[in-house]
């Protein structure tokens, strides 16, 4: 069995007052795991539509959505939340932190919804925020995280499901240079020790490099496989 993503031929139409939109037209794509892919494309070009059908969060109008060899196309609404659950990472642009909770309760409040006892999954969260470096600093509130280590959450707390697929949308969107560098790199870093299929939308074209490969879409439509290292820096 072929594990990571696999679209194949998907066209996605939104309704748009009497017309339609085509955010993807007949685009097919495969992430394998252990492959980091960038997709970028000027605004409106269908990446963040792409995440969303590639995460089952919306029916593609045709086409398949596969992951780890199995056709989501077929399961019910109950059954892709299942798999979305056990299978896919998200990480948008913006954390979106609960106010409230400390680093660590991020973690932990989606296994504890999930029904999975606390102490269990504790151990996991902090090698987690270890890993993605804020060691000590499982007790803070976002308030008291910069803007670099609120992404770190972010990306820990994705990785709590040991997801296959991991979906990144412009994580350095918000944060200069440096922290926008250390944030790929820890992508890159979790896609080898993971063996996530990563995909991340991304406007930095000076980081392509650190992926394996680029994907640019336009008008909902895909083109793949410049090579990073063709870029000049
Ligand atoms: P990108 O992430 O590359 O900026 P999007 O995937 O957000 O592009 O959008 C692709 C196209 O689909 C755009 O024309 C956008 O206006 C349209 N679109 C996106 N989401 C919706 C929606 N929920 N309803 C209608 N049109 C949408
Ligand atoms: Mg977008």
Do not use: W
């Amino acid at each position: 069995m072929k594990t990571g993503l696999e679209l194949l031929n998907v066209t996605l139409e939104y309704a748009d007052g009497d017309s339609t939109v085509k955010a993807l037209d007949a685009v097919s794509l495969s992430v394998s795991s252990g492959e980091f892919l960038s997709l970028v494309g000027p605004s409106g070009s269908g990446k963040s539509s792409l995440l969303a059908v590639a995460a089952t969060l919306v029916r593609p109008t045709s086409g398949a959505v596969v992951i780890d060899g199995s056709d989501t196309s077929t399961l019910n609404e109950a059954e892709r939340t299942a798999l979305r659950r056990e299978k896919v990472g998200i990480i948008f642009q913006q954390p979106n932190l609960l106010p409230a909770l400390t680093a660590v309760e991020q973690l932990l409040i989606h296994e504890h919804l999930r029904g999975k006892p606390v102490r269990e999954v504790r151990r996991k969260a902090e090698e987690l925020l270890d890993v993605v470096g804020l060691a000590g600093c499982s007790e803070k509130r976002p308030h008291q995280l910069s803007g670099g280590q609120r992404q770190r959450v972010n990306i820990a707390r994705a990785l709590m499901g040991s997801p296959s697929l991991l979906l990144v949308d412009e994580p350095t969107a918000s944060l200069d240079h440096e922290r926008s560098e250390s944030i790929v790199r820890l992508l890159r870093r979790m896609t080898d020790e993971f063996g996530t299929a990563t995909v991340m939308v991304t406007h930095d074209t000076e980081f392509l490099p650190l992926t394996d490969e680029v994907a640019t879409m336009r008008d909902g439509r895909i083109s793949r496989a410049l090579v990073p290292s063709a870029y000049p820096n």
